[in-house]
């Protein structure tokens, strides 16, 4: 879900609720734990509910993500984490158009 989508859905059922609200919102449940956000570029991510390690197809053309299970996409190697740092988790978003 985007929080653009959620904010829709709630105007149509007839909450009054600012997009800020709905955006504090999720990224709160996601500080808890409760959902992922994905970012697919710098104006629009996604709050998935699906926390547990896996990747995401996006259909460009339709802004939907769909997720492909973690044994489907294998990395040969990483590099190693900047000094001070380590990996925390790998997303990998593989962008599809129709044909």
Same mark, same amino acid.
């Given at each position: 879900?985007?929080?653009?989508?959620?904010?829709?859905?709630?105007?149509?059922?007839? +909450?009054?609720?600012?997009?800020?609200?709905?955006?504090?919102?999720?990224?709160?449940? +996601?500080?808890?734990?409760?959902?992922?956000?994905?970012?697919?570029?710098?104006?629009?991510?996604?709050?998935?509910?699906?926390?547990?390690?896996?990747?995401?197809?996006?259909?460009?053309?339709?802004?939907?993500?769909?997720?492909?299970?973690?044994?489907?996409?294998?990395?040969?190697?990483?590099?190693?984490?900047?000094?001070?740092?380590?990996?925390?988790?790998?997303?990998?978003?593989?962008?599809? +158009?129709?044909?």
């Amino acid at each position: 879900m985007s929080a653009e989508s959620l904010h829709r859905d709630a105007s149509k059922a007839g +909450t009054s609720v600012s997009l800020a609200t709905v955006y504090n919102t999720l990224h709160q449940f +996601t500080e808890a734990g409760l959902l992922r956000e994905i970012v697919v570029d710098s104006g629009r991510s996604y709050f998935d509910t699906n926390t547990t390690e896996h990747h995401h197809f996006f259909f460009e053309n339709k802004g939907v993500l769909e997720d492909i299970p973690s044994e489907d996409v294998v990395l040969a190697e990483l590099p190693e984490a900047p000094a001070g740092s380590k990996i925390a988790r790998v997303d990998v978003i593989v962008r599809v +158009t129709d044909a």
